[in-house]
């Protein structure tokens, strides 16, 4: 079994930070790209960053300059610092990682953390 488990999040002021980290863990044989997904009401989910296992990344255009996702191998996890946040981040948030157990690759997803950016 695999598990992708996140944490962090919460309430935050417009303006402000948070630091959201999302550890794999299980059978795991190796792990390519992680990242994270966020999803707001009546929305579909949509692409935040994500990052390979050699560090190269990817963000969308409404997280770029201001979330920076980054990765410990050793520890199978990724972080993703999110900093001057607007209340249109207000989402749930999705960690992912596309996993290879023995010859098998899978796609697994974390429950989603909610975050919310108001005043």
């Known amino acids: 079994q695999v598990q992708v488990v996140e944490s962090g999040g919460g309430l935050v002021q417009p303006g402000g930070s948070l630091r959201r980290s999302c550890a794999a863990s299980?059978?795991?044989?190796?792990?390519?790209?992680m990242g994270w997904y966020r999803q707001a009401p009546g929305t579909q989910r949509e692409l935040v960053a994500t990052?390979?296992?050699?560090?190269?990344?990817n963000y969308a255009d409404s997280a770029q300059g201001r979330f920076t996702i980054s990765r410990d191998n050793a520890k199978n996890t990724v972080y993703l610092q999110m900093n001057s946040l607007k209340p249109e981040d207000t989402a749930v948030y999705y960690c992912?990682?596309?996993?290879?157990?023995?010859?098998?690759?899978?796609?697994?997803w974390g429950l989603g953390t909610q975050v919310t950016v108001s005043s």
């Open positions: 299980g059978s795991i044989s190796e792990i390519y790209t």
């Open positions: 990052i390979t296992s050699g560090g190269s990344t």
């Open positions: 992912y990682a596309r996993i290879r157990r023995y010859v098998a690759r899978n796609d697994y």
